[in-house]
């Protein structure tokens, strides 16, 4: 696929997201939280509201509203197929990451007890670990961790034909790190999985707004993301092989379906939600460029990736340049989100969040943000965790400049 070069329509895009143009303390907003949550693109916001106000339905339903909130339904499963190349039938929906993790943990654990093994990491999220070491307690499962190199911040690989073994029933990881921006090597952990027949279970919630995915390339049986993260509403997204979704058995009402996706998608979903899922991956197509909307997404997420990625090493730049400042980031080889985390000599994570948002108003979050094993290995968490800007399409450099010129007073 060819791709021309194209000026970044930052204009434009900054238009498509009304938030950006809230103020506080008499200044425009800058948001550099999008790893937390990124900001809604106008379109997934009137998809939503225009949902409600033509009037909601339950499924199954012999009238027009119900007809068309299964149509909807229908096409956020088509459109998520080509944003993560799984098939439609395999995605499931749920109140979030967390919550459908828990639930495929639960179904997967009962087949599996003492003498099974699982492997989790240091590095990610404990959405992507909790949920796996919960149902590995209840069950009698051994727990091995994939460890964090603490001065590289990546993933510690050189072992791992000995830590997934035959007795490995799956191997939790994640594509990138929310806290620190390491893209992990999910293909070469999924390679070794897939050579003893452990399923792979990728948290891709905080990689999606930012990298390609590609569900076949990674070698992942369970996917998972969050439609807030990528300029949508709060859904939580599940993505399961077919073969293995359909022997799932997940804890659901006994008159509930029996069949896929239905059975684990239990109680009513988010309507309204998942109508504003399609128009916040067409927000990432429309960026780019091809026949398919395969290849629409994948160009346009290529125009922000690289837009992120200018921006985040003029932070990185930046930052590395001041005194009092630690920044936590894998060197230049290893490939990033723009996720920067750093802390400063003298004040707590959380009195710098609060300066930046009452003097400059930049809202920017502080903590260990769920990362915590790699918190503690790296003992920051007593000390109050990271300050974390994470950069977004529709950040522009004058905000960039403007949280520099903030941070240099500190
Ligand atoms: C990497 C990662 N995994 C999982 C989660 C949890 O996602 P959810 O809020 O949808 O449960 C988050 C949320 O911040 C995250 O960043």
């Not at 629409?296 to 932070?315: F, P, T, V």
């Amino acid at each position: 696929m060819s791709q021309k070069v194209q000026v970044y329509p930052i204009k434009e895009i900054r238009n498509q997201f009304p938030a950006l143009k809230r103020e506080f303390n008499g200044g425009e907003v800058v948001y550099f939280d999008g790893p937390g949550g990124s900001q809604v693109v106008k379109s997934s916001i009137e998809a939503i509201t225009k949902y409600m106000e033509n009037g909601g339905a339950n499924l199954h339903g012999s009238f027009p509203s119900s007809h068309e909130t299964e149509e909807i339904i229908a096409n956020a499963k088509a459109i998520i197929s080509d944003f993560l190349n799984v098939k439609p039938e395999e995605i499931a929906f749920g109140a979030n990451m967390t919550t459908l993790a828990l639930s495929i943990a639960r179904a997967l654990g009962r087949k599996w007890g003492k003498g099974d093994e699982i492997v989790v990491t240091e590095i990610d999220h404990r959405a992507n670990v909790d949920t796996w070491l919960t149902m590995a307690e209840d069950r009698g499962v051994t727990v091995k961790w994939i460890k964090v190199d603490p001065d590289t911040l990546t993933l510690k690989l050189d072992n791992l034909n000995e830590m997934i073994n035959e007795n490995t029933r799956l191997v939790a990881v994640g594509l990138a790190s929310n806290a620190v921006g390491t893209i992990n090597d999910v293909e070469t952990v999924a390679k070794r999985a897939k050579d003893v027949g452990a399923l792979v279970a990728v948290d891709a919630v905080h990689a999606a707004p930012h990298i390609a995915i590609d569900r076949e390339q990674m070698g992942a049986d369970i996917l998972l993301c969050s439609s807030y993260k990528f300029f949508g509403p709060h859904v939580g997204i599940a993505a399961i092989r077919k073969n293995i979704f359909e022997n799932l058995n997940p804890f659901k009402l006994s008159p509930a379906p029996t069949y896929i996706p239905d059975k684990l998608e239990t109680g009513t979903l988010n309507h309204e939600g998942i109508a504003g899922i399609s128009p916040a991956i067409e927000f990432i197509a429309s960026l780019g460029e091809g026949e398919t909307r395969r290849e629409r997404i994948l160009s346009g997420l290529k125009q922000i990736e690289a837009h992120e990625n200018k921006l985040a090493d003029k932070m990185r730049a930046g930052l590395a340049k001041m005194d009092k400042i630690t920044l936590y980031q894998a060197d230049s080889s290893v490939p990033k989100t723009p996720t920067i985390a750093f802390t400063i000599d003298g004040y707590t994570p959380q009195e710098i969040c609060r300066k930046l948002s009452e003097e400059h108003g930049i809202f920017v979050a502080d903590g260990h943000f769920y990362a915590s094993t790699l918190g503690d290995i790296l003992g920051i968490n007593e000390k109050g965790g990271w300050i974390r800007a994470g950069l977004a399409p529709y950040n522009s450099e004058e905000e960039v400049e403007r949280f520099l010129n903030a941070i240099k007073q500190y």
